[in-house]
Nanobody, 120 residues
Framework: VQLQASGGGLVQPGGSLRLSCVAS????????MGWFRQALGKQRELVGI???????RYGDSVKGRFTISRDNAKNTMWLQMNSLKLEDTAAYYC???????????????WGQGTLVTVSS
């Protein structure tokens, strides 16, 4: 089972960026999916989580600017980031809780980070 995050890059303050996260492999059922981020020298923090049914919770620092969505049929999640600020610069990680085709046990999986740099 793998999570592949993509879409990071360099963007100016006030700009937008869209991240993608695709789950692949012997996936059973995916429950929650989420985005987290970690800036240099800081702890990893919640960006947002979306349940399989579409309920969403955002971190306080991104409310009103970021939007999470997912397509269960495609095992894919997106993060639309608008009105980006300098402090949004971080490595962004996708995460999911899922079972596999050989075990019904729900396991936490992490993708590799994709770097978002907000700079003028």
């Amino acid at each position: 089972v793998q999570l592949q995050a993509s879409g990071g890059g360099l963007v100016q303050p006030g700009g937008s960026l869209r991240l993608s996260c695709v789950a692949s492999g012997s996936i059973g059922n995916i429950d929650d999916m989420g985005w987290f981020r970690q800036a240099l020298g800081k702890q990893r923090e919640l960006v947002g989580i979306i349940t399989r049914r579409g309920s969403i919770r955002y971190g306080d620092s991104v409310k009103g600017r970021f939007t999470i969505s997912r397509d269960n049929a495609k095992n894919t999640m997106w993060l639309q980031m608008n009105s980006l600020k300098l402090e949004d610069t971080a490595a962004y990680y996708c995460q999911m809780v899922a079972s596999t085709t050989w075990s019904s046990r729900q396991t936490n999986y992490w993708g590799q980070g994709t770097l978002v740099t907000v700079s003028s």
